[in-house]
């Protein structure tokens, strides 16, 4: 099945986890593009579509709710899944996921650690990292479970194959 992953990532560790999701679904026979947001202009070539972003603030990337808001009709005809990949984990997931989950009838909503190089970040992103309420959960490091990621990766693939058979 052709597959769309698309993602939004400011300083990398999100595309990363999209190309790793990538990679495992092309193992499992699928025919995946694995792109950037603002790089797809339409869905017609994709049968199915993942969305990932990084989380700022409470929030995801903008291109990413943009993209699901501007390819929404196209979306809800086809299956989704979503990830979000931030350092606050689970406990605190960006509004964005359920809201878009809904909007979208997603299949599948994960999130994910993410990671921090604090000399990658912008001089924005670094004064907004030090502010009191986030210092301590913002702490550098590489948080990705990929272990997970290829486990969540393996269920989509499983879900393809099975609605493929139906
Ligand atoms: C200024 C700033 C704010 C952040 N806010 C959040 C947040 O609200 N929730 C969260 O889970 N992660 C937050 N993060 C962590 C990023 O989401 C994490 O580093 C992510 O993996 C970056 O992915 P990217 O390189 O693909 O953009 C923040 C990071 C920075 C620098």
Do not use: C, N
């Not at 070539?45 to 700022?56: F, N, P, R």
């Not at 943009?66 to 689970?90: I, M």
Request: hydrophobic share 45%; charged share 25%; no cysteine.
């Amino acid at each position: 099945m052709s597959v769309l992953v698309a993602f939004a990532s400011r300083y990398g560790a999100t595309r990363q986890i999209a190309q790793h999701i990538g990679a495992v679904l092309t193992v499992a026979g699928h025919d995946v593009r694995v792109r950037p947001t603002t790089a797809v202009a339409d869905l017609r070539d994709h049968e199915a579509v993942i969305l990932g972003s990084s989380v700022y603030r409470g929030h995801w990337m903008e291109q990413a709710t943009s993209f699901a808001e501007q390819h929404q009709t196209a979306l809800a005809e086809r299956p989704v899944w979503l990830f979000s990949s931030g350092l606050l984990g689970a406990d605190e997931p960006p509004v964005d996921l359920d809201r878009l989950g809904a909007l979208l009838d997603a299949r599948g909503r994960q999130v994910f650690g993410g990671a921090l190089v604090v000399r990658r970040l912008d001089l924005i992103d670094r004064v907004l990292r030090l502010k009191p309420a986030r210092r301590r959960a913002l702490r550098p490091g590489d948080y990705r479970d990929w272990a997970g990621i290829e486990d969540w990766a393996h269920q989509i693939s499983a879900d393809l194959i099975a609605s493929t058979l139906a």
